[in-house]
């Protein structure tokens, strides 16, 4: 809940396309960044498997950037791990990302950010 109020989260400018981070979101902390699309209107955002039982996690979903869209935006990033990934295979590498960071390991890495 801290990583909620925290304003150290990373700015727009440094976030790379298609780079998996680590975010504090309604509907999960791993997320793959995709920048603003001009010609579909799509704002900043993050695609993520949704977790809590909210959604059918089956599907992915996007939760928009934090301060670019403050009443849609839910994301606050706070580390990048690693990246681009590959379009049309982002499904299956947020699965692989999700078994290799377990919710301690997340907790651990972005206590800083409190």
Known sequence: MALNHSSKYLPLDVLRPGFFYLIHARRGNIGIFYAADRFTRDPDRFLIFPE?????????????????????GTAKPFVELDGPVAPA????ALEAKRKEISYDEYVARTRIFY
Do not use: A, C
């Open 89 to 92: 295979k982002e499904r299956e």
């Open 52 to 72: 809590g039982g909210q959604t059918d996690e089956s599907l992915l979903i996007t939760e928009g950037y934090w301060s670019k869209w403050p009443y849609y």
